[in-house]
Structures are given as structure tokens and as C-alpha cells.
């Protein structure tokens, strides 16, 4: 699950995209709307959690200019207020759901859970299954390849469930920080592929047939056949 979390308050955002990374989610954070506008701009996102109260732009006009752009991700809004008018609001703005401060994290993660099995549309399913060759279970992160079990890292398994998302498609390796890594990652293009080599290492030298491939110079892909 992609996620842009847009929260001012320095501590609790740093805090809330910590806790989100440690539940393997990839988790980009702005400041404020106009940088949240920029992140959204340049990337897909599973779910927005926006913040009310918001330098400039508040969070129900940011929700707002979202809708006006046809852009249907589920938005969270994250507030204080806790009247009804002020709940009628947000959701009059285009927010799907409402989670008032102070929150318990393991609310926030149902409210996550529960707007990402109601997403309607770029829908990515708990397993995703190619042929008889591999099975990713994103609700256990558990993967199989021709009905062997493939422990992997944190790391690897987000390389991994980004590729899923977009078979037979070259990722750049920029293209892998910016979603797995996150934008403003302080790492190298090595570090990518190190991380590629441990799993390709996993995942494909046990076997005959290779399904992640190194495209020289553009990045990597992940081949498979009957994918769904």
C-alpha cells in the first residue's frame, strides 16, 4: 500500500510514518498541501491521509482540489474537531473517512485497511497469483515460487509487490527508490542493486527460468506468464 500522509506537526508526522513503514507500507510525507500537490503530481498513491489544520491550504481545501481534479484515491481526514457539523464537512468535501485526534494507531490501521478493500478502481488484491509459477500474499507477505516458500526482507518484498503491480514493465532504478525507498532516501543506485541481487538470489537462482530481469541500463522488469 502506497500512502501520502500530509501532517504539519513534525513529531506526530514523523511518528505516524514510522509506525506505517514498520507495518511495511510505503509511506511518502509532506508538510504541506503545496508539497503534497508535488507528490501526487509525480506519483500513484493507494490512500491520502490528510491533516485539518494545514499551513496556507487547509486539509478540506486540499481534499477539495483532489476531487476537482477527478483524482477518487480514499482520502482519511485526520482532525481534532469532533463536532458533527465540522465530521459533514469534510466528508461534503470529498473525504471518505474521518479519524479524530487523539487517535489509537491500531484505528488508524483498520481505517487504512478498511478505505483500501473499498478502493474502486487500480484495485490491487491480497494475493496476486501467475500461473503456477509465483504467489504473493500481500495481507501475510508471504511468497511462493512453484510451490516453494521464499522467505524475504522487508525491502525485498516491496521490490518485489512494485514489480507485481507492473509486470513486463522496466522500473527504473529511480523509479524503485522513489516508491520503495522514498523520495528524499538518502541511498544509492547501489543500494538498489544490492537489494535486487539478494533477491533475484531468492527468487530466481533456485530456479531454471528467471523472472526478474536486468534490462542493461534502464533497470529491471519482472517476466512472468499468467499473471491476474
Known amino acids: 500500500m502506497h500512502i501520502l500522509l500530509v501532517e504539519d506537526d513534525a513529531k506526530l508526522g514523523e511518528l505516524i510514518q514510522y509506525k506505517l513503514k ?48 477527478k483524482n477518487r484515491t480514499p482520502i482519511l481526514m485526520l482532525t481534532a474537531r469532533d463536532s458533527i457539523t465540522d465530521r459533514v464537512q469534510g466528508l461534503n468535501a470529498g473525504a471518505d473517512d474521518y479519524l479524530v485526534k487523539p487517535f489509537a494507531f491500531e484505528e488508524l490501521i483498520a481505517r487504512l485497511h478498511a478505505l483500501y478493500r473499498r478502493k474502486e478502481t487500480n484495485w490491487e488484491a491480497d494475493t496476486k497469483i501467475f500461473g503456477d509459477t509465483l504467489v504473493i500474499d500481500h495481507s501475510t507477505y508471504e511468497v511462493s515460487r512453484n510451490g516453494v516458500s ?45 537489494t535486487i541481487k539478494l533477491l533475484r538470489k531468492k527468487l530466481d537462482d ?3 527460468d528467471k523472472i526478474i530481469q536486468n534490462v542493461r541500463g534502464l533497470g529491471y522488469r519482472l517476466v512472468v506468464e499468467g499473471g491476474k
Not at 508539497?35 to 481545501?61: N, V
Not at 513486463?168 to 541511498?187: F, N, P, Y
Request: hydrophobic share 45%.
Open 150 to 194: 521464499i522467505p524475504l526482507s522487508r525491502r525485498e518484498f516491496q521490490l518485489l509487490s512494485l514489480m507485481s503491480q507492473h509486470p513486463k514493465q522496466i522500473l527504473s532504478r529511480e523509479q524503485l527508490i522513489d516508491r520503495v525507498w522514498g523520495i528524499d532516501a538518502e541511498i544509492t543506485l547501489n543500494t538498489v542493486d544490492a
Open 206 to 208: 533456485p530456479f531454471s
Open 22 to 69: 514498520k507495518q511495511l507500507y510505503q509511506v511518502e510525507w509532506a508538510l504541506n498541501a503545496e508539497s503534497a500537490l508535488e507528490f501526487i503530481e509525480r506519483a500513484t498513491f493507494d490512500i491520502y491521509i490528510l491533516d485539518w489544520m494545514i499551513p496556507h491550504k487547509t486539509g478540506i481545501e486540499l481534499c477539495k482540489e483532489i476531487r476537482m481534479k
